[in-house]
């Protein structure tokens, strides 16, 4: 049998994320007779009611340093915590993305109406960059499969190609760095993509996504390194083969389709052993899929892609 010793730096799951962070407002704005709080908090899908069973083995990341500490190349690669302060620009609403492709009900969505209709629920995720480091945050979003459910792929649909938005005048990044093949672009295998895990994500930290963290909708899948959760996506096309995607067209020997993430596998330029911790960089060891193995496991069938 198979005895989890807790580690030195793991804490208890009620310990992780203070319950107060996430009712504070709720609370405060009726206690202080906030005139029309009530149907300001009707009007409002957040923050979204926590899925219990996704559970951490460490602490929820402050949410100061998840929302300071990013890759977003669209706007800065140099300096993760510049990202922040170049987004103001950026417009985010309204926004409307295109489901397109091998699908029987092709459709344009807005977000309010998306997060007006989805089952919004909060997730906790480890969250796993390919540079090692790694954080624990509280997602606001609903299954992909959900949005899957409402195009109908046909048959011959056998993987999902995401785009994000190419807007130069708002976006430093892509005038700067000329050699990139922007717009961003990512891609998913059709079972992956109905995957429970897999999360279109609208929120953090119980409101709205920053524009930073890839605002106003973006995917998260925790088991794969996070260049493969495309940020503020516009384009999603059911297809029948294999896409190309940004990071393998850019540098085809470093960075493959699957990118799960496992500790045995090296990037050429990062270990994948260990991983650091934001915002203190302690260092970790890396777990198999991320630690999502009993998840996603059956998927790749013993190969860890
Ligand atoms: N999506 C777009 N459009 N552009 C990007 O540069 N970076 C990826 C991913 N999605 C990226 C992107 C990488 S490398 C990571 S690790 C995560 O976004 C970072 O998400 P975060 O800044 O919310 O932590």
Known sequence: MLIKIPRGWEIFQNEATPEHEYFSRRTLLKSAGFLGASRLLAASPYPAKRNPEFTLDRPVTPEWAAESYNNFYEFNQEDKQAVKDLVGPFQISPWKFEVTGLVDKPKTFDLDDIVRTMPLEERLYRHRCVEAWAMAVPWTGFPFSELIKVVEPKPQAKYVKFT?????????????????????????????????????????????????????????????????????????????????????????????????????????????????????MDRHPTLLYNGYEKWVASMYKGKEF
């Open 164 to 280: 994000s938005v190419y807007r130069p005048k708002e976006m430093p990044g892509q005038v700067r760095y000329n050699w990139y093949p922007w717009p961003y672009f990512e891609g998913l295998r059709m079972d992956e993509a109905m995957n429970p895990l897999c999360f279109m994500v609208t929120g953090l930290y119980g409101k709205p996504l920053l524009k930073q963290n890839g605002a106003p909708i973006r995917m998260v899948l925790p088991w794969k390194y996070g260049y493969k959760s495309p940020k503020s996506i516009v384009k999603i096309e059911f297809i029948g083969r294999e896409p190309e995607t940004f990071w393998h067209k850019f540098a085809p020997t470093e960075y493959g389709f699957y990118s799960n993430v496992n500790p045995a596998k090296p990037h050429p330029r990062w270990s994948q052993a260990t991983e650091k911790l934001i915002p203190t």
